[in-house]
C-alpha cells in the first residue's frame, strides 16, 4: 500500500525433527491464464505473450510480458534471498529459465530446529504506468533499491494505518457484523485505493480478486462512491473521471445509435466501448440465449447520480466547472434524444430499455427488445435533465459559455429539456408504481411452487428458460427496480420530483410499492439485499435487518451458492457499510450542514465511524437513545451539526450529543419515507462538552 | 485543439493554365527520424520501429510503430479523398506500402482552372493515452468517425476561440508587440493545453516545436507557469503533478547522492532520472568537455517556487492537501541534507552546486566541482524551508500526521529546519550580494576586447574553452543569477527573508547589485533578457524596456543567431507575456485581494487583458494614467481590487478605474525595488461605473 509497485513473500522453514537436503523453487510465472469462473473456460484464457526473461544479478531475476489484446507490457523484477539467524544463508542457486517462467532454484542443508527463512521481493511495472521509461528497465531499476520485507511490511502497515483512521468503524456488541464491516471495507481498498487515483481504472463490479465479469466496469459505483466521498473524495473523483475519458465514446455510441448525448455502456472495457455479452450460457439448460442486458441505459443515470452526489458532498466546484457539468449536460441530452412525445398521451415516453430488474428484456411475444416506459429509468430521467441544468447555473458564465458552444447547445434544445423534464410517462397498476408499462398484465409466478421445486430461485430467469419458459411472462425481478427510487432519492425529493411530472403520490403508496415488489423478487443480486435493507430500514426494521445479514454475509456465506469463488461482490460490499453509515444513522450532507437522524437499534450497542466532511475529520457515535459527534482538534472551522431539527455549531475538538426521541415503531411504519425525513419534532437542546 | 487525436489537412489544386494527367502522393511516412538540431546529428536520429502496416478501406490506412527505447506504440490512420464542385473526384487510386511508409498515390485528369481539393485525415494514438484497448485499433476506430476537413477546422477554431477568450490581450498602439505577444500565446498553448491535462507530460523547455534539450524537462516551468496560474490553473496543476509523480525517483535520487528528501534532476527524462549530458560538444573548439550542470540543484527551488505560488493564487486546498504539501517538504528535506554547519562561521553552507548562471562550474583551479554558497540557492533554501513548515500548518492535522509518518518526520528534524533557514550563509562583497563565495576574487575580464574580437560573446565559456582559458577564471555570468531572487521576490519579502538570516539588506543594495551584474552578464540565454527588464522595470524603464524588446525578439529574430531552428524558446515567450501582464501592470493576488500597481509607459498606450482570478474572468486595461479592471457579469461573487493603497469591492458586471499618480521617475530610480512596492501613498477615490 506504500509503494504501488512493490510486492513482497517471507516464507519461513522449520524442520522440526529432521536435518537434509531444502530444495526450493521461487520464480515468476508468466503462464498464468485465466480459469477461476468456470462458466469462461471454454473462452480464450490465455492473454499474456512471453516478451524476455534476463538474469539481472545473482539473486534476481527479470519477466516481462505482454497482453496479446491490448499490448500492454508487463514486467516484473524478483529478487531471492535466503536467511539464517539474521545473516545470508548459504545455498546452491541454479538459475530457471523455462518458457515465460524464471527465477531460481535454491538448495541447502538444513538442520533440525534451525529456521531458515526466504524472501522474495518483486517489482512491478506496466506499459499503462506514469513515470516510467519503459516497464522492464523501471523493474530492474527499482528492484535493488526495495528494502528487506521487513521494511516494505513496516511502510505497508503504515500506510494501511491512516487508510484505517479514515475508515475506523467499530461497534460495541456486533464483533460479528464488525469483522464483516472490516472485512468488505479491506477489499474495497484493495481493488481502489490512493494508489489509483493517477491510473486510469473504474471499479470493477468484482473487485480485483476474480475474473467474472471479465474486469467490466457496470454500474455498481453507485453503491460504493457513498462509502469514499466521505473518505478519500480524492478516489472518487479520479473514478468519475475515469467516465469522463470515456465521455467521446459514450457520444459516438449514441450518435451510432441514433441519438444525442452520451449513451454510456451497460458493460464497459477499457476504451469505454460496450462490452455487454450478445450471447449468455444458461448452465441450467446448457443453451446460449441471447443476452440484451445492454439495452440497460439506466447506467447514465447512475453515472450522473455519482456526479452530482460528489459535487453535493465535497463541494468541489473545480470538478463540476472541468468535468462534471459536461458529463451531465451530456448524459441529459441523451435521455432527452431518446424520450419521443407520445400525441395520445400528452407525455413523453421512453421505449426499447431495460430496468435493474435483469428478468425483463421484452414482453411475451416481443422478446429482447427491451420494456417500455422502465418507472425508475423515466422519474430518472427527468431527475438528470433538471440537475444538468442546474449545474449549468451552478457553473461561471465563461465557463457555461464554452460547454454550450462546444455541445452545440443553444436555448431552444433546453426549452425542450425541461419540458420532458415535466412531461416524461410514470406507470401506476394497483395503486403502486407500475415497474414499466405493462407489468399489470403479466401473469402471476406461482412462487411457492417453484421455491418447492427448485429451493434457490434466484437465478428465475434461468430456471423458466430451462423450461422453455421465459421470466418475461410474469410479474418477477431479480432486484430492486422500481424500489430504487426510494434507495436514491429521499422521499421528499421524490414527491417534489412526481409533483413536477404531474403526479400526486399519497402517503401510503410509497410502503403499498416497496411491499408489492418485495413479494414479488427473487434477490438474484447481491445488490437487492443492500436496496432492500434500506427501504425497510425506517419502517420494518426487523425484516431491514434481515436484509441487511443476507447483504453482510453475501460473500461471507456465498449466499448465492458459487459466485463468491468467481470473484467477490463489491457493490454488496460497500453498500453494507454505506447502510450503516448512511441508511441506519441517517447520515446527510447537505445545505452545509452535516445531517444525522439514526434510526439504530438499540440491541446492537454503540456503533462508531469516522468520515471527513468538507476536509474535516470527524468520528460519528450512535447510541440507541443519543447520537454523538466529535470533532478532531485539528478542525479548522467549526461545522453545522443538525439532528432532527436542532443545530449546533460544533467547535475544532468538541463533541456534541444529541439525545433520540425515538418514534413507536407503528408511527414509522406508517409514515412511507424509507428514507431519514427532515426533522419535524424538535429534540431537546444539544449538549456540547469537551471531548 | 477540439479533438486531440485527430489531424486534417486540406490542398487544393488548381491548374491555372493546363490540363492533364495529376498525381498526388498521400502517405504516413514512419521513417522520420530526429535531425533538425546539427550538433546532435551524430547521435542516434531513429527512435520508430515499424511494427505494422495496412489497408483499413479503399481510401484509408494505418501505420504501426514502436519507439524503440522506451516501447511506446504510435498508431496513425489517415484517410485521403479527392474533391471537386462538392462530389469525389474520380482518381485511380495505388496503394503506396514501402518499409514504414504507407497510404496511396492518387492520379486523376486536371482540367483548366478547375480546382480539385485533397483532404487528408489522420487519427492519432500512443500506448500512453489513456481511455484506449490499443492504439492501432483505436486509430481505425476513430478514423471513420471524424468527418470532413471542414467540420474538423470548425471544431478546432471554436476551441481556439475559448482559449483566445482567455488568453485574450490587445493593445492599442504597439501591434508590433501585440503581434509577438500572441504569436507567444500560441506557441504556449501548442505545447501544452488542456489537452494535455490528463497527460503525464511537463513543459518542455522549447516547445514541442523542435528537438534542442531533446524534450528534457528544466526549470523552465518557472517562468512559464505565472501566465497559465491566471488563465488556465487546471493545467498548471496537472503539470505540477508531473513533478508529483517523479517525486519517487527524486527521493531515490537523494538517497543514493547521500541527502535525503527529494533531489530533482536538472534535465529530467520520462522517468524523473537526471538526464544532462555528461559531455558537451564546444561547437567553437570542436571538443568534447566536461558537462557538469546537473549540479544546478536550485530546480528543486524552482518546483517548491510552483508549488507555492500555484496555491497562492488558486487557493487550491485539495492540492496543497494531496500533493503540494509533501512536495514543499521533501525539496525542504533535501536542502537540510545538504547543508553543513560551519563552525568557524557558526552558520550552514551549501557547497558544490552550480547556480542559475551556468558559467561557473567551480573555481580556478578546481573545476567541475561546482561553487560554494551560491547566493540565490542559499536564501531562496532558507524560503523553501520556511514554506515548507507553512504548508505543514495549513493542512488538516490528520493530513499532517499522515505526511508526518510516511515521511518519518519528527519535531527534532523540523527544529533542526528552523535553525538553518535563519542562519543560511550568504556572501557579500564590495556592497553587492555575491553571486557566490569567492566572486571576488576572480579575475575582470576585458568585455571590450572580447565583444571587439568576438563580435556575439554570449556563449563566452565556449569563447574561453577554444582559447584553452576558462570561464571560471573570470566575473562574467551567462545569465541572472543572484539577480533571480529579485525576479521571484518582492523587496519587502526579500528584506524580511534576509532579516531572518540576520542580514541587514539597506535600500542601496539591490539597485547596487542589478547593476554590479548587469555589467558582468553575456545574457547566453534568453532568460536573461526576461529576467534584466523585470528587476529594471520600476528603476530604468528605457533600460528595461530594451531588454524586453529582446525577449520579445528572441524566437521572431532569432537573436542567439542559430538556437531558434532547433525550437522555440518557451520560457521566454511566457516570461515576455508575464512581463506585460505581471510586471508592468504590477498585478499580485495575494490576501484574498486582486492588487494593481502599473509602472506602464504611456507612450505605449493602452494594454488590455484577460485573466481569471479564482474563476473570476476579469478583463484588465491599462493606461499610462490609469488603470481598470472590468468584472464579468457572470461573475458570482464581488472580489477586492486594490491599486496602490486603494481598496475597492468590485461588483460582477462592474468596472473600476483607478487613477494613477506617476511618481517622478528619479523618485522611482532610488526606490530600490524592482518588484511593485506595497501602496504607500494612497491615490484619489477609485470609481465603480457600469461597463
Known amino acids: 500500500m506504500d509503494f504501488e509497485h512493490a510486492c513482497a513473500l517471507e516464507v519461513t522453514y522449520v524442520p522440526e525433527d529432521w536435518s537434509g537436503r531444502l530444495e526450493i523453487e521461487s520464480v515468476l510465472d508468466g503462464t498464468v491464464e485465466n480459469t477461476l469462473v468456470e462458466r469462461y473456460r471454454e473462452l480464450a484464457g490465455d492473454h499474456l505473450d512471453l516478451l524476455r526473461t534476463a538474469a539481472l544479478a545473482p539473486d534476481s531475476v527479470l519477466l516481462e510480458m505482454v497482453t496479446n489484446q491490448s499490448a500492454i507490457r508487463v514486467a516484473m523484477a524478483a529478487r531471492t534471498t535466503l536467511w539464517h539467524d539474521g545473516e545470508p544463508a548459504a545455498a546452491e542457486r541454479r538459475l530457471v529459465d523455462a518458457h515465460a517462467v524464471v527465477g531460481h532454484r535454491l538448495t541447502l542443508e538444513v538442520h533440525r530446529s534451525e529456521t531458515v527463512t526466504l524472501e522474495k521481493v518483486v517489482t512491478l511495472f506496466t506499459g499503462r504506468d506514469r513515470a516510467i521509461a519503459e516497464p522492464a528497465s523501471e523493474a530492474a531499476r527499482w528492484l535493488p533499491r526495495l528494502g528487506r520485507v521487513d521494511d516494505l511490511v513496516e511502510r505497508h502497515v503504515r500506510a494501511w494505518g491512516h487508510l484505517w483512521e479514515r475508515f ?3 461497534m460495541e456488541r456486533e464483533s460479528h ?31 480485483l480478486h476474480g475474473e467474472a465479469y471479465r474486469g467490466h466496469i457496470l454500474w455498481d459505483e453507485l453503491f460504493i462512491f457513498p462509502v469514499l466521498n466521505l473518505r478519500l473524495p480524492l478516489l472518487t473523483r479520479s473514478l468519475i473521471r475515469y467516465r469522463y475519458r470515456r465521455l467521446p465514446e459514450a457520444r459516438a455510441a449514441a450518435r451510432e445509435a441514433g441519438y444525442a448525448g452520451a449513451m454510456f455502456p451497460w458493460q464497459s472495457g477499457s476504451n469505454g466501448e460496450e462490452e455487454s455479452q450478445r450471447l449468455h450460457l444458461n448452465p441450467a439448460s446448457r443453451r446460449w440465449i441471447p443476452d440484451p442486458t445492454r439495452r440497460q441505459r439506466h447506467v447514465g443515470i447512475a453515472i450522473a447520480y455519482n456526479v452530482w452526489h460528489y459535487y453535493q458532498v465535497t463541494a468541489d466546484q473545480e ?20 424520450a419521443c412525445y407520445d400525441h395520445t398521451r400528452g407525455r413523453y415516453v421512453i421505449r426499447g430499455v431495460m430496468g ?17 416506459n422502465n418507472a425508475y429509468t423515466n422519474v430518472m430521467a427527468s431527475w438528470v435533465l433538471q440537475r444538468a441544468m442546474e449545474a449549468l447555473d451552478l457553473i461561471p458564465a465563461q465557463k457555461r459559455h464554452e460547454l454550450l458552444g462546444k455541445m452545440n447547445l443553444h436555448p431552444k434544445e433546453l ?34 411452487r417453484y421455491r418447492a421445486t427448485y429451493g434457490d430461485i434466484r437465478r428465475l430467469d434461468r430456471i423458466l428458460e430451462a423450461e422453455n419458459d421465459t421470466v418475461n411472462r410474469y410479474k418477477a425481478s431479480k432486484q430492486a427496480d422500481a424500489l430504487m427510487l ?11 420530483l412526481f409533483a413536477q411530472l404531474g ?3 399519497d402517503r401510503e403508496l410509497i410502503p403499498r410499492t416497496i411491499h408489492y415488489y418485495l413479494d414479488r423478487t427473487s434477490h438474484g443480486s447481491t445488490l437487492s439485499a443492500v436496496v432492500h435493507a434500506w427501504v425497510l430500514a425506517r419502517s420494518e426494521r426487523e425484516r431491514a435487518l434481515h436484509f441487511l445479514t443476507e447483504a453482510l454475509e453475501a460473500d461471507v456465506a456465498d449466499i448465492q451458492g458459487g459466485t463468491t469463488p468467481e470473484a467477490i461482490h463489491l457493490a454488496a460490499m460497500a453498500g453494507s457499510v454505506d447502510l450503516f453509515q448512511r441508511c441506519f444513522s441517517g447520515l446527510e450532507t447537505r445545505q452545509d450542514q452535516l445531517l444525522l437522524n439514526p434510526y439504530w437499534p438499540e440491541s446492537l450497542g454503540v456503533m462508531e465511524f469516522s468520515i471527513r466532511y468538507r476536509e474535516h475529520p470527524l468520528t460519528l457515535r450512535i447510541h440507541g437513545d443519543s447520537a454523538e459527534v466529535l470533532a478532531s482538534p485539528g ?25 433520540l426521541l425515538v418514534p413507536r415503531a407503528d408511527q414509522q411504519a406508517v409514515s412511507g419515507d424509507p428514507r431519514p425525513a427532515r426533522p419535524t419534532v424538535p429534540g431537546p437542546p444539544g449538549r456540547l462538552a469537551p471531548p
Chains 1, 2 share one sequence.
Open 168 to 170: 475506523h468503524v467499530d
Open 177 to 207: 457484523m464488525l469483522r464483516i464491516l472490516r472485512l468488505d471495507l479491506l477489499h474495497l481498498l484493495q481493488s481502489v485505493s490512493p494508489n489509483s487515483v493517477d491510473l486510469d481504472v473504474g471499479v470493477p463490479a468484482r473487485g
Open 319 to 338: 470538478f463540476l466547472v472541468n468535468y462534471g457539468a459536461e458529463m451531465l449536460l451530456e448524459i441529459a441530452r441523451f435521455w432527452a434524444s431518446i
Open 356 to 372: 435493474p430488474d435483469e428478468f425483463h428484456s421484452g414482453y411475451p411475444g416481443r422478446d429482447q427488445e427491451g420494456i417500455d
Open 415 to 448: 426549452g425542450r429539456w425541461a419540458n420532458i423534464a415535466h412531461k416524461l410517462f410514470v406507470p401506476f397498476h394497483d395503486g403502486v408504481i407500475s415497474q414499466f408499462e405493462g407489468y399489470e398484465d403479466l401473469e402471476e409466478l406461482d412462487w411457492d
Open 486 to 496: 426510494f434507495y436514491l432519492l429521499s422521499a421528499d425529493e421524490l414527491r417534489e
Open 503 to 505: 403526479y400526486e403520490l
Open 635 to 659: 478542525m479548522q472551522r467549526p461545522i453545522e451539526v443538525a439532528c432532527r431539527g436542532e443545530v449546533v455549531e460544533l467547535e475544532p475538538g468538541a463533541r456534541v450529543s444529541f439525545p
